[in-house]
């Protein structure tokens, strides 16, 4: 029979059961095979279709995708792809690219760990929930594991990402298999101090303002999420609250957590508050996102004195078409065009040795 547990929870908990081997499942969200129309095309099908995507009934959403978003969005989408493709020797999306390249060093990592005597082997697969490699065949590497330990990679909870990756991984599991899921790792101090190193060796030294800019939602994704259904966004302050209620929304409220994310950072790296901001992007449609929008907060920063940028978007873990396309290439422009001097886009994390080593941590937890 499948199992599986899905807790708040802290990754020391997260141990393997005694006795059986575990797997670790890495999952990314995708990208075409290649920039071209075709190809985004279908991805942009299966990924919009998604319910946890577009959240509005089958007809409604195959009537927008296939009808308003599906005859225009693919060729300017493959632009885009064109302009951040890997080229040479190593050819390919930069996310899978970097997505591979991270399960090569973390097996690697793993793989020495077992060789010392003290650590069973662990066996790592890696998959996409949109795109290939899939979830099924990223599940078919770990038939022999009695337990799959899945670590979606997104540090924040959106139904949009880890509820369907989590959905997805469950419908592939095998019967006598149990499905172990690493929690939402948004403030895990692990995280948050790799995370906040991997920023220090690329912020430059006379940078005015780091922006946090994080991937958008609609307001709407918050309340359905919202647990009490009386808390995410009735208050303009809801995100800060502490009480018993508000704790409960804030374990899948995607906006509180990106919050926290940056706070801690900010206190690891000693950035005051004037020295940072939040804002989201890749809005999509005309109902209310996040805000505040980050083209906006671009184009108004200069106005503002802040002539030197430096930007992140922590809600990645490896670079990808929102990073070095919408971030490097539209946004460095937007501020540029607007005024700024200087604008340094932090890698993400990708294949960071410390993130290697905070995973393989995860994996490894007693």
């Not at 005694?18 to 969200?29: E, F, Q, S």
């Not at 009808?67 to 792809?81: N, Q, V």
């Not at 064109?82 to 997505?99: A, V």
């Amino acid at each position: 029979m499948q199992t599986s547990t899905d807790q708040a929870t802290t990754p020391a908990t997260l141990a393997p059961q005694t006795g059986k081997k575990r797997g670790v499942l890495l999952v990314n969200l995708g990208s075409p095979e290649a920039p071209t129309v075709p190809a985004v095309r279908r991805y942009l099908n299966e990924f919009l279709m998604d319910p946890e995507v577009i959240d509005l009934p089958w007809p409604v959403r195959r009537l927008l995708v296939s009808c308003f978003i599906l005859p225009t969005r693919p060729k300017a989408s493959a632009e885009a792809y064109d302009s951040i493709w890997r080229k040479g020797e190593q050819p390919g999306s930069p996310l899978l690219h970097h997505s591979k390249v991270f399960t090569s060093a973390l097996r690697e990592t793993l793989a020495q760990q077992a060789m010392t005597g003290t650590e069973p082997d662990m066996p790592v697969a890696l998959a996409m929930r949109y795109g290939q490699p899939n979830i099924a065949s990223g599940m078919a590497e770990l038939t022999d594991c009695d337990e799959v330990f899945l670590i979606t990679a997104y540090p924040h909870h959106a139904d949009s990402t880890r509820t369907t990756t989590i959905a997805a991984a469950r419908e592939a599991l095998g019967a006598q298999q149990q499905l172990t899921i690493m929690p939402p790792f948004y403030e895990s101090p692990d995280y948050i101090r790799a995370l906040a190193s991997s920023i220090r060796q690329t912020l430059p030294d006379n940078f005015d303002h780091l922006l946090f800019s994080y991937h958008g939602l609609p307001e709407r994704h918050l309340t359905k999420a919202d647990p009490t259904n009386t808390h995410c966004l009735q208050a303009p302050n809801c995100c800060e609250a502490t009480s018993e209620n508000a704790k409960t929304a804030h374990a899948t409220c995607y906006r509180h957590q990106v919050y926290a994310t940056t706070q801690a950072v900010c206190e690891t790296l000693g950035i005051t508050g004037d020295q940072r901001s939040v804002s989201f992007q890749s809005r999509l449609g005309r109902t209310p996102w996040l805000t505040p929008y980050t083209d906006k907060v671009l184009e108004d920063l200069p106005k503002k004195g802040i002539k030197h940028l430096a930007v992140v978007c922590p809600a990645f873990v490896a670079d990808n078409l929102e990073t070095l396309e919408e971030m490097g290439i539209q946004g460095r422009k937007t501020f540029l065009d607007a005024g700024g001097e200087s604008f340094t886009l932090v890698p993400c994390m990708n294949e960071h040795p410390e993130w290697v080593d905070v995973v393989a941590g995860w994996c490894r937890a007693r």
